[in-house]
């Protein structure tokens, strides 16, 4: 048995996205009975593992492409302080 967390394993498939009002995303597929939801905290992973294209939720982890947030406190002028998720 794998240890990779996965929604789907499939040699191909087509995914449909719908962002929702509370900051979430619905991901569907013909292979799916049930959409499943992408939290805000999360990422949707796609990578090939053992020879397949597997499809995953991971945790958001920030980098260059996606910086943390300064909070804006007009009180704290100069703070630091970083939204958190």
Do not use: F
Not at 15 to 24: H, S, V, Y
């Amino acid at each position: 048995m794998s240890s990779v967390d996965t929604l789907l394993k499939t040699d191909k498939a087509t995914l449909a996205l719908e962002a929702t009002k509370d900051g979430k995303v619905r991901v569907s597929t013909s292979a799916w009975t049930d959409p499943k939801v992408i939290l805000k905290n999360e990422v949707l992973e796609v990578r090939w593992y053992e020879g397949q294209p597997r499809i995953a939720p991971k945790d958001r982890e920030h980098d260059a492409a996606d910086p943390p947030i300064p909070v804006y406190d007009p009180y704290c002028e100069g703070d630091t302080h970083v939204a958190s998720e």
